[in-house]
């Protein structure tokens, strides 16, 4: 098992996939080196994110689901639990399998598929989508095409819930990522194609990190 620094470790493979300009490659190198034993996924948190925890409560959310960025599944794997028939995807095909593994016999459709050229036919098809830390995985040159995929993804009717990182600075640039945490207006931003903002919250966590928690809402009803 390697002894490197689990962020550190990240930030070497983004750099190497961003020097051949691929924002996202660095993803599959991660989750591939986690699968032999020679690196941890920093974000693996062993449970589903509180601030989803905490948005959902007890209720049957019910509909259909898709949770954008996957990464270990115990997102998705929470909102299968509350009714939701759930569509996750990951660029990572090593994640799709490590996540197939880990919950054999799952109702989740775990899924290869790339933000930044999504399947057509997932515009406008699902009730909730969950966009937890996927954006600002990417360099800030990349949020304004990957927050519009992730728009495009929401239902008439539908919500999205939104969960980053707050830039811990008013302008947000230059910050050596990954991450590179989102500034007020980019959370903002994803209210388009028809979304509107229901909620932005900005929440404490370890200092001098904040994250952020929106809810935003598509107009008319599902089909």
Do not use: C, N
């Amino acid at each position: 098992m390697t002894t490197e620094d689990p962020d550190a470790a990240a930030r070497r493979l983004a750099a190497v996939s961003l020097a051949a300009d691929d924002p996202t490659g660095w993803f599959e190198r991660l989750y591939a080196a986690a699968a032999d034993g020679a690196a941890v996924v920093p974000w693996d948190r062993g449970a589903p994110h509180p601030l989803l925890v905490e948005w959902a409560g007890p209720r049957d959310l019910g509909g259909s689901a898709l949770v954008v960025g996957f990464g270990p599944g115990f997102d998705a794997e929470f909102l299968a639990a509350h009714g939701a028939a759930t569509t996750a995807f990951d660029v990572s095909p090593s994640a799709v399998a490590a996540a197939r593994e880990r919950f054999p016999g799952s109702s989740v459709d775990y899924r290869t598929a790339d933000l930044l050229a999504p399947p057509p036919e997932w515009r406008h098809a699902f009730d909730l989508v969950v966009e937890i830390m996927t954006v600002q995985s990417m360099p800030p040159a990349f949020h304004p095409p990957a927050t519009a995929s992730v728009a495009g993804f929401v239902a008439p009717g539908g919500t999205l819930l939104v969960i980053a990182t707050a830039s811990p600075d008013a302008g947000g640039g230059g910050f050596e990522g990954p991450p590179w945490p989102l500034t007020r207006a980019e959370v903002d931003a994803f209210a388009q194609d028809g979304l509107d903002a229901v909620s932005v919250e900005k929440l404490a966590s370890v200092p001098p990190w904040h994250r952020w928690r929106a809810e935003f809402r598509r107009g008319g009803v599902a089909p």
